[in-house]
């Protein structure tokens, strides 16, 4: 079945779009995704709601607001509180097509920092029957240790001066290396001098595998963060949240066995043990984060599937 590509408008009258899914049967459960830091609707996790659109559950994967497809202003701003509330409309937005779904029957998807959006949604949101979250960001603290060293200041520095002054201009980031020679490289600085967020030879592979496959669909993606995603990301604990998703509502939580974007195993399994929810699951599969994305992404999906059909 093919993909329709729709859009809709948030609480603020910001317009999102995104690619659904059909079940291609009435009042079928439905799934919302989206991606992690700076990636698109198009960056892997399509192939995750064909696969779901396969098993008889509808999906909507949409762009955040401020990249790829989506309105937005600041572009290129991640903001997870901002995220949750534009689940939040999300979830109005897919109750509105029934009976082609059933509004009864609405999931949330989220991978990295969407995962830690998604559990703020969750939590905050009794339309939501079920979640899935995918080696999910957990709390800003973590973040913040990782961040190069003086971003966070300086963001702090920007702050103080478009408070005080009238230069409101933005400054912005690279979070990912842009050439396969600076992900080799010991400082990793860009053109302009800047050091990536996320540096490395294994994370740029993973991240031009994604921005090849976006640019394929036609979807423009920059290397370029704002450094006020870097305040935004550091002050929000999505782990505080996790314990308010009470029964009968459910969650899967999925963790790697070494991921070095979003911690280690031990505290993905500490954040969950916070949640009393009997019916929350907590699955750990895959050698990696990226290999929850293509290497391992057989049983990983499975998981998945199998977690929806029973929960929704």
């Not at 540096?199 to 394929?216: A, M, Q």
């Amino acid at each position: 079945m093919a993909k329709t590509r729709v859009e809709f408008r948030t609480y603020d009258g910001i317009i999102l779009r995104g690619d659904y899914f059909p079940a291609g049967v009435e009042n079928a459960p439905v799934v919302i995704m989206t991606q992690g830091l700076t990636l698109l609707k198009e960056c892997y996790i399509d192939d995750i709601a064909r696969r779901f659109q396969h098993e008889g559950i509808a999906a909507l994967v949409y762009d955040h607001r401020g990249w790829g497809s989506s309105e937005g202003n600041p572009y290129h701003e991640t903001n997870p509180s901002q995220q949750a509330e534009d689940y939040h409309d999300a979830v109005s937005y897919v109750r509105s097509l029934a009976p082609k779904v059933d509004p009864s029957r609405v999931a949330i998807w989220g991978i990295g920092h969407s995962g830690g959006a998604s559990i703020i949604a969750t939590a905050d949101d009794p339309r939501i029957k079920a979640a899935i979250f995918h080696m999910p960001f957990t709390y800003g603290r973590l973040d913040a240790k990782s961040m190069p060293t003086g971003y966070l200041e300086e963001a702090c520095r920007e702050r103080e001066t478009h408070a005080t002054t009238a230069n409101h201009k933005r400054s912005y980031i690279p979070v990912w290396d842009d050439t396969v020679e600076q992900a080799r490289s010991s400082e990793g600085k860009d053109r302009n001098g800047r050091i990536p967020w996320l540096h490395g030879e294994g994370l740029y592979g993973f991240i031009t595998g994604g921005v090849d496959r976006s640019r394929k669909a036609g979807t423009p993606w920059e290397n370029s963060l704002t450094l006020q995603s870097l305040y935004h990301i550091s002050r929000v604990e999505p782990e505080d949240w996790i314990a308010k998703i009470e029964e009968p509502r459910s969650f899967l939580y999925i963790a790697a066995a070494t991921d070095v974007l979003t911690g280690e195993l031990s505290n993905h399994k500490r954040v969950f043990e916070r949640s009393k929810n009997p019916n929350a699951r907590f699955v750990q599969t895959g050698e990696s984060h990226a290999d929850n994305y293509f290497g391992n992404w057989e049983s990983c999906v499975q998981e998945q599937v199998q977690y929806l059909k029973e929960f929704l």
